[in-house]
């Protein structure tokens, strides 16, 4: 029996359709162990899951949503209690595992230089795992696989997943439109920074993947570019990441040297790598746009205390 076919009009465009027809195709003709990869935002994620149990009934779906870091992906699918009675498995999340590796590059001391080198040395984890089991998970699944990742997590696997990408039977892109993205950064940029101090280690980790995929988009503007970044940089000191931080708030400073935000998120970058006469300077480029902003001249006493002036 058939599923009712899914009309998209009202949220898509004609080449959104096309592309998710090719691959509802192309998993409804699939036997046996396939690999798709779908290039989606998280919002689209979800519709395209949903539309998909619908239109194809007749093979079982499963998802393997990945919230927290993985380092062994076969295991973690031998593992599923219903992998014998699976068709389909969507897989979600992969990306957060890619950021974990790039958090613990940076702990390290690692440039970013280092950390997007293709070589062994430059490979998360579980992009090896992917790579090294790639026959096992042939000749062990008969499961079409369905990878659906933002953009960044996408390019990850070309580059530096390579053995694993190329046994891939499709990949399908699915951009966001206009209106989508700007209601996804609106809904980012309602946030207050301040809002973020209450947030938990993984939920910040579930922010910046979502501003990261915001940012590589091409519908955005430079105010939203400019916007995110204050916001990404927030996040990475929260990470300790205060080197990334002062690069991220220069890259938006270039876009708007006015942002008074983005001046103290540097100064308190830089304060935290005990650069205290950088970052009363920063401190002090914040206040002469906004001679009003407390956070400013609370974070600029501090500096001039651990200054001892």
């Not at 990869?37 to 009934?57: G, N, Q, V, Y």
């Not at 002062?246 to 001046?263: G, Q, R, V």
């Amino acid at each position: 029996m058939k599923g009712e076919r899914i009309i998209w009009q009202e949220d898509f465009s004609l080449t959104f359709t096309e592309e998710y027809e090719a691959l509802v195709e192309t998993i409804r003709f699939n036997e046996g162990f396939s690999l798709l990869f779908a290039e989606c935002s998280r919002p689209k994620r979800t519709k395209i899951m949903e539309k998909i149990r619908l239109d194809i009934p007749e093979k079982r779906a499963d998802v393997l949503g990945l919230d927290k870091t993985i380092y062994h992906f076969y295991n973690r699918v031998k593992e599923l209690p219903n992998l014998k009675e699976i068709d389909i498995l969507f897989v979600t999340g992969l990306e957060y595992s890619l950021y974990q590796y790039e958090e613990e590059m940076k702990e390290r001391g690692w440039d970013n230089n280092e950390i997007i080198s293709i070589s062994r040395r430059g490979v998360p984890p579980v992009l090896i795992n992917l790579n090294q089991q790639r026959e096992r998970f042939r000749d062990d699944f008969d499961i079409c696989f369905v990878f659906l990742l933002p953009r960044f997590a996408i390019d990850y696997l070309i580059k530096r997943a390579p053995d694993f990408f190329d046994w891939r039977s499709g990949l399908f892109r699915f951009p966001m439109d206009k209106e989508s993205f700007d209601k996804e950064s609106l809904e980012v940029c309602e946030k207050k920074l301040e809002d973020y101090i209450e947030f938990t280690r993984q939920e910040r980790k579930f922010e910046w993947v979502r501003i990261k995929s915001l940012l590589d988009e091409d519908l955005i503007s430079l105010g939203q570019k400019a916007d995110l970044l204050v916001r990404k940089a927030s996040l990475d000191r929260k990470f300790q990441q205060n080197e990334e931080a002062i690069l991220t708030c220069d890259e938006a400073l270039k876009i708007e040297p006015n942002d008074h935000k983005a001046w103290d998120n540097k100064g308190i970058a830089l304060e935290n790598l005990e650069r205290y006469e950088e970052a009363v300077a920063a401190y002090e480029k914040a206040l002469e746009i906004k001679p009003d902003f407390h956070y400013a001249w609370h974070n600029k006493g501090i500096a001039l205390e651990n200054l001892e002036r």
